[in-house]
C-alpha cells in the first residue's frame, strides 16, 4: 500500500508537471502568435472543446417601401353660372307743377242802397200804454218783490207786426225783462210805415217799461 500510494502521488505529480507545461505552452503560443492549429491540437490532447464561433447573422434587408398609391386627381367642376339681376331702374317721379297762385283783385263792393226814407212813421193801433200792464207781471218777480225799468226796441215789419224785440237795458231781473219783450210782441199792432213812394217799409221804436209792485 506504501508503495501504491507513492505510485499515486508520483503520476499526481506528473500529471500536475504536464499540466503546468501545457499552460505554459499555450500562453507562449498566445503571446508568439503561434498558429491556431497547435492551440487546437494541444487542446484536443487536454480534451478541450472548440467552440466555433457562429459567424453572425447576415444584416436583413429592409423591407420595401409600400407602394405609392396613385391619388386621383379632384375632378373638375364647372365653375356656377353668372346670373346677371337685371338692373330695374327707379320709378319716375312725376313731380307736380303747383298751379299759379291767383291773387284776386279785390273788387271794391258796391256800396249799399240808400236806406230808405220814411215818408211816414208807423203808427199804433190801439193804446200802446195797455199793451204790458201789471198783469203780466212774472210770479216769480212778484215773490221776489222784484222792480225795476226795462228798457227794449223792437222792429216793425211790413205788415205792422212786431219782430226781434231785445232789452237794451235791464230791470236788473231777468223774468221782468223777458215779459216786457212778450207782451210787446204778442199784443203790439202797426200801421207799416212808407216811404216816399209810399210802399210799405220796415221801421223800428223804442220804449221803457217801469214795473211797480201791484198795491
Given at each position: 500500500m506504501a508503495y501504491a500510494d507513492h505510485s499515486q502521488s508520483s503520476s499526481r505529480t506528473i500529471s500536475i508537471v504536464i499540466v503546468a507545461i501545457i499552460h505554459a505552452v499555450l500562453g507562449y503560443a498566445f503571446v508568439t502568435g503561434l498558429g491556431m492549429k497547435y492551440v487546437k491540437k494541444a487542446a484536443e490532447q487536454l480534451n478541450v472543446i472548440d467552440v466555433k464561433e457562429e459567424p453572425p447573422p447576415p444584416d436583413e434587408e429592409p423591407p420595401p417601401?409600400?407602394?405609392?398609391?396613385?391619388?386621383?386627381?379632384?375632378p373638375v367642376v364647372a365653375p356656377?353660372?353668372?346670373?346677371?339681376?337685371?338692373?330695374v331702374a327707379p320709378p319716375i317721379q312725376t313731380v307736380r307743377t303747383p298751379p299759379p297762385v291767383f291773387n284776386p283783385v279785390p273788387v271794391a263792393a258796391p256800396p249799399p242802397p240808400p236806406a230808405p226814407v220814411v215818408s211816414k212813421a208807423a203808427g199804433a193801433k190801439g193804446n200802446p200804454a195797455s199793451w204790458v200792464s201789471s198783469d203780466d207781471y212774472p210770479a216769480s218777480?212778484?215773490?221776489?218783490?222784484?222792480?225795476?225799468?226795462?228798457?227794449?226796441?223792437?222792429?216793425?215789419?211790413?205788415?205792422?207786426?212786431?219782430?226781434?224785440?231785445?232789452?237794451?237795458s235791464s230791470s236788473g231781473n231777468a223774468d221782468l225783462d223777458e215779459a216786457a219783450c212778450k207782451a210787446?210782441?204778442?199784443?203790439?199792432?202797426?200801421?207799416?210805415?212808407v216811404d216816399q213812394n209810399g210802399s210799405p217799409i220796415r221801421?223800428?221804436?223804442s220804449r221803457r217799461i217801469v214795473w211797480r209792485l201791484p198795491q
Open positions: 417601401p409600400p407602394p405609392e398609391k396613385q391619388v386621383e386627381p379632384p356656377p353660372p353668372i346670373v346677371q339681376t337685371p338692373v218777480a212778484l215773490r221776489a218783490e222784484a222792480e225795476g225799468t226795462s228798457a227794449i226796441t223792437w222792429e216793425i215789419n211790413e205788415q205792422g207786426r212786431v219782430e226781434n224785440c231785445r232789452v237794451t210787446m210782441t204778442r199784443r203790439g199792432r202797426y200801421t207799416p210805415a221801421s223800428s221804436q
